[in-house]
């Protein structure tokens, strides 16, 4: 399975990431390559096999619904880029 | 000084026959005389550490103090620490001040230890080498124009270069078994779960897990104990109680059933790796083990399973980097789809941004069956051939890396070969299984790692097999040239 | 051609625990903006979920109150999306394993039939922030703090055929949800919201219309309303030789018209897969049972209840039981004055027009269920007549106080005494002349129709206290006894 430019764009835009124009064939290529290795996967009989997604056989455990978190905000805010009235700024959203 | 284990600097402190401020002070001195040359570190925390030590110091003074108290470790810079920068080695969290201690962190805040700083790594852990950080490169205390390996790399070199008694890592898929392998140190991948993930930044939730690594599995096994057990804000942290790691390093081995896997032993395996590993095992036979070919047929699959599932994970982790609350933003984005495409084009390199887009792929519609559940099907067929080799054997042993440290730059624009370096230990961290990488020997200057891999929860035996073997050995005490 | 609407509802309902699905934090209504957002709901980097005890019951319960099968093994995903209001640019979403499986619904429709809503699925998944448009230099402002509240969104089949079909769905999820205690149901802020997916067909067609989704609906009148101009514009788009083309559109309640949301419009891919954070979730019967044990009495064997316990009507039971607060209300109205039908009336009548005219709940009722109960059982014992009853109540809604209070304090009490009711009758007749002539000059069967002017006279002479049936019974008596 090969990618080419438009894959590689549309990929991109899905994950929100700006790549240069002139990386892109570089990019199909590496991303090519890593598929080609996925390839070898695809011999593989799993039919009637589990997907794993833990390691380890346990279930969710659960937390008490008890408020154990007091208002932080202005420590939690000091990471932020932009931020006016206790609010995080972005350019304008659109809806 | 620096040629003391942690459990001899233990011993210093009890005896008062140092302070923890004039130990920390000595290796802080160390730090800023000798990293220019290694880029261990990225922060160095001089003013939190004299003051952990001097709490430290009173502590003991009291008679109030643990086991782990006035000493000094460092950090993988991808543990939270309150009021230090966790920069994940990226661009991305250059100016990320953590508002919050990573559970790991706090634990060892809490057992007395001094935090020396935050070391170097492969930006968000992604890669083999430590070359992919944002702060550039570390290097390999044995050869300054090799890579230390990676993800951990700089806890690996600040280890081997005595910059550090001790340091933390993380392994997503040999991030603490390969470093510690080519920078001739120990270090050990705990079981999934065994260490909570709570504020360590997250690569692929289901492979990451913490660990120690250190110059000597008594030293490791240390750390585990204060970093192991339940954490109610890990959902995926394993309840299971915690051993008493020291107790069990002296056990004998003799009855102890060695399984060498034939698949780690194949063409692609450097000789002169492979006979530092037999010259290994024959140690063992001495100590009275006895040793069995084992298969683990999927070995092979493991490159795939774990570069769908690592990158998957990781495309999804890794959203909440977009410029809003915390991080990199871009300067004058012109809407809201700018902010997010250059805050995160230029704030991840590209190594993350190449795994980002084929996890993207890989769930991405129409493929998520043929690409992410395949995947997770070949997990299980890899968990399932450990669990029947495990029937048959104590430990499975085997090398940790197919080759020595390879040069800065060698590997850089070519992924797959990188990726193919993690062959022994991704299988690992798919089954979910506690392995350790020892020094066992050199090849041409440069050390090599045996990989000792456990059942479910076996640290204590792992830690056990490990320490015997340093009884028996000097590897881990060899030092590079210079240091 | 005549056309069939198909609509399917999606309702989101907050869950009301006390702090969110994956953290410690409040979920507290109207705090100032992101106080409520602790380092999870910000998604600060290595912070990671836990699951909320309580949102997991209250999906159960829901589950068991609409006869579906619960998912002993359900699994949270990630649906990936970026958006200001999205922290950790996924949704913790359940999507192939939800914690509630198919289970259906009763309806009453006007026509006093049933109808049968099929429910697809529930599932649990966390709230997201909002943005906040006001102009901040031209940008928007992002607050978290409903960033991971617990919501279950329930899932319809697309049963509904009508817009008011629709609307009594909604209302009876609605009196479910209030009624388990699960979620607040206040539209107007948000607590319950709902989507509808509409198209329409040709009737006797099998296949399905491409369907459209509205959003933003915030009151059930709404969901009629949007849905009725929706099918006119997808019926008048199709005779004009257009498409429908499968959208979300936005219901604008003021110009009562829905518009395309073109920003929504991009081709998603969302990557669904399942949260590597979170375990799945495992539950046993013995979990299932203990709930099933401790579910409140839900709105269908309410109505029930006040059929056969109180003898109400089958219409008085729906539109009693289909609150549980107004339901409740009008069971301890019964308990307080011990007459069901009039308690019925007066929580039907008096009270719910005074309450919509001020637009009020009735948990804000200023007359409280033992108020109420206490005037009517004051009428029941003839202490005040049903006339001097409303006057009570308007004095209680205005200024408070108990039936007694306000009898004692205006003098209102029913004057029983035979011998000041005589005086008045006695007056009465001796007034009116010419109608006691009537009356004599009438046939007999004809006269019980002109008692009733007689008795207008006395009860306003009266002030509308004189006992009536003393005053019917005496003045019947005194002009018979003229006319012989």
């Known amino acids: 399975m090969s990618l080419d430019r438009s894959d590689v764009e549309r990929i991109a835009h899905l994950a929100r990431l700006q790549i240069n124009d002139q990386d892109i064939p570089a990019y199909a290529e590496n991303l090519s390559s890593i598929l080609h290795l996925f390839d070898q996967m695809q011999s593989i009989d799993t039919t009637g096999v589990e997907p794993l997604a833990h390691p380890l056989d346990a279930v969710q455990r659960l937390r008490a619904d008890v408020v154990t978190e007091s208002n932080q905000r202005e420590l939690l805010q000091r990471n932020a880029p932009a931020t006016e009235n206790g609010l995080f700024l972005v350019p304008k959203v659109i809806e | 000084m620096f040629d003391l284990t942690l459990a001899e600097l233990a011993k210093g402190l009890q005896k008062r026959e140092f302070s923890s401020a004039e130990l920390t002070q000595a290796y802080l001195n160390r730090i800023h005389d000798k990293d220019s040359l290694y880029n261990s570190y990225i922060s160095v925390c001089d003013e939190q550490a004299l003051q952990q030590a001097a709490a430290a110091d009173a502590r003991i003074a009291q008679g109030d103090a643990g086991p782990f108290t006035g000493l000094p470790i460092a950090h993988k810079d991808l543990f939270c620490t309150k009021g230090i920068k966790t920069s994940c080695g990226s661009r991305m969290l250059d100016n990320f001040i953590s508002p919050y201690d990573a559970t790991l962190v706090s634990r060892f805040n809490e057992a007395g230890a001094v935090t020396l700083g935050k070391t170097n790594m492969d930006e968000f852990a992604m890669g083999s080498s430590t070359e992919n950080s944002y702060y550039g490169p570390s290097r390999n205390p044995w050869d300054t124009e090799r890579v230390p390996g990676g993800s951990s790399g700089g806890s690996a070199v600040a280890v081997s270069a005595r910059l550090a008694p001790a340091t933390t890592g993380s392994d997503t898929g040999g991030s603490i078994r390969q470093p510690a392998a080519l920078c001739g140190i120990t270090g050990i991948k705990p079981t999934y779960g065994r260490v909570s993930r709570y504020g360590m930044v997250a690569y692929a939730s289901s492979l990451d897990q913490a660990g120690p690594m250190t110059r000597t599995a008594e030293d490791a096994a240390m750390m585990l104990q204060v970093m192991a057990g339940a954490d109610p804000l890990d959902s995926t942290c394993a309840e299971q109680p915690v051993p008493d790691y020291m107790a069990g390093l002296n056990t004998p081995l003799a009855g102890l059933k060695i399984g060498l896997p034939k698949e780690f032993f194949a063409e692609e395996l450097d000789p002169a790796i492979a006979e530092q590993v037999q010259n290994a095992i024959r140690e063992y036979e001495k100590l009275g083990a006895s040793v069995q070919e084992i298969s683990l047929p999927n070995t092979r699959l493991s490159i795939p399973a774990y570069y769908i599932l690592a990158p998957a994970e990781a495309s999804s982790n890794l959203s909440r980097f977009d410029g809003v609350r915390y991080g990199y933003r871009c300067t004058d984005p012109k809407d809201l789809e700018d902010l997010y495409k250059r805050s995160r084009g230029e704030g991840f390199g590209s190594e993350v941004q190449r795994r980002i887009l084929v996890g993207t792929y890989a769930l991405s519609e129409g493929y998520y069956d043929a690409y992410y559940r395949k995947a997770q099907q070949i997990r299980r067929l890899i968990q399932q051939d450990y669990i029947n080799a495990l029937q048959q054997v104590d430990v499975i042993m085997g090398p940790t890396t197919p080759h020595p440290a390879f040069r800065i730059g060698e590997k850089s624009n070519d992924p797959v070969s990188m990726y193919m370096e993690d062959i022994f230990t991704l299988s690992l961290n798919l089954a979910g299984l506690p392995g350790m990488s020892i020094p066992c020997g050199q090849t041409a200057g440069l050390p090599v790692g045996l990989q000792i891999i456990g059942n479910y929860f076996a640290e204590a035996k792992l830690l056990n097999v490990a320490h015997q073997f340093q009884l028996a050995t000097d590897w881990h005490k060899q030092t590079p040239a210079g240091i | ?484």
Request: aromatic share 6%; with cysteine; glycine share 8%.
């Open chain 3, 1 to 484: 051609m005549e056309w069939e609407t198909v609509i399917g509802l999606e309702i989101h309902a907050q869950l009301s625990t006390n702090t969110k699905i994956f953290s410690g934090a409040s979920t507290a209504f109207g705090a100032e903006p992101n106080t409520q957002a602790c380092a999870v709901d910000l998604a600060l980097p290595g912070t990671l979920p836990v699951f909320n005890e309580n949102a997991l019951r209250m999906a159960v319960m829901f589950g068991l109150a609409v006869n579906a099968e619960i998912g002993k093994r359900s699994v949270f995903d990630r649906k990936n999306y970026f958006y200001p209001d999205l922290p950790k640019g996924y949704q913790t979403t359940q999507l192939a394993e939800p914690i509630v499986g198919p289970g259906y619904i009763d309806i009453e429709l006007d026509d006093g039939t049933t109808r049968r809503v099929r429910i697809h699925h529930a599932h649990l998944e966390e709230d997201a922030g909002k943005s906040l448009h006001e102009d901040f230099h031209g940008m928007s402002g992002i607050d978290l703090n409903r960033a991971g509240t617990p919501l279950v969104e329930i899932v319809s089949e697309p049963d509904m055929r009508t817009a008011k079909e629709a609307s009594a769905y909604a209302r009876k999820i609605h009196a479910i949800i209030t009624t388990l205690g699960i979620c607040d149901g206040n539209m107007a802020e948000g607590s319950m919201r709902c989507d509808c997916n509409v198209s329409v067909r040709p009737k006797g067609q099998e296949a399905l219309g491409t369907r459209t989704e509205l959003k933003n609906i915030n009151s059930f009148r709404f969901i009629e309303r949007a849905i009725e101009t929706e099918v006119a514009r997808q019926i008048d788009l199709i005779e004009d030789g257009g498409r429908v083309i499968q959208e979300t559109r936005l219901y604008d309640p003021e110009r009562n018209e829905t518009r395309s949301m073109r920003s929504k419009e991009e081709a998603n891919d969302y990557r669904y897969f399942p949260c590597p954070d979170l375990l799945p979730v495992i539950i046993d019967d013995t979990y299932i049972e203990q709930i099933r044990a401790e579910l409140p009495e839900l709105p269908d064997a309410r109505k029930a209840r006040f059929v056969s316990e109180f003898g109400l009507s089958e219409y008085d039971a729906a539109v009693l039981s289909a609150y549980h607060a107004q339901a409740d209300y009008f069971e301890q109205v019964t308990r307080v004055a011990g007459d069901a039908k009039q308690a019925a009336n007066w929580v039907m009548g008096e009270l719910a027009k005074n309450l919509n005219q001020k637009d009020l709940d009735i948990k804000e009722s200023p007359v409280s269920a033992d108020q109420l109960g206490g005037l009517i059982a004051r009428i029941k014992d003839d202490t005040i007549t049903g006339k001097i009853a409303k006057q009570v109540f308007e004095i209680m809604w205005a200024e408070g106080g108990s039936a007694d209070e306000i009898i004692e304090a205006k003098g209102l009490r029913q004057v029983t005494d035979t011998g000041a009711i005589e005086a008045i009758v006695d007056q009465v007749i001796t007034e009116c002349t010419t109608q006691v002539d009537q009356y004599k000059a009438a046939e007999p069967d004809k006269r019980g129709k002109m008692l009733g002017f007689f008795m207008g006279q006395i009860m306003k002479a009266s002030q509308g206290k004189a006992n009536p049936g003393q005053v019917q019974g005496l003045l019947k008596q005194k002009l018979d006894a003229l006319c012989d």
